[in-house]
């Protein structure tokens, strides 16, 4: 199982802070949270910053990224400033 949490607006749509979830893969994990919850929440998902394990993963990675057991798995909202 990989512990994924969820930060700010991601947290509010889910209802959730963190759960833990079975996913080999980065981009199977992202698939997951669009069957669980919607289309609207992997859209969101796939717009934060994303780490694993406390380092930042890239989006151009996102296909081949691969997960293990008890990885971490953190969604950021993307903040701007001005």
């Given at each position: 199982m ?5 930060k700010?607006e991601?947290?509010?749509?889910t209802g ?7 996913a080999?893969?980065?981009?199977g994990?992202?698939?997951m949270?669009?069957?669980?919850y919607?289309?609207e ?15 930042i ?23 701007s400033?001005?």
């Open positions: 990989v512990l994924v949490e969820y700010g991601l947290a509010k749509l959730k802070s963190e759960e833990s979830l079975s080999t893969s980065l981009e994990l992202l698939l949270i669009k069957k669980n919607s289309k929440v992997y859209q969101t998902a796939k717009r934060c910053h994303i780490t694993i394990n406390g380092k993963s890239h989006q151009k990675l996102i296909g081949r990224l691969l997960l293990n057991e008890n990885d971490r798995v953190v969604f950021f909202p993307v903040c400033g001005g």
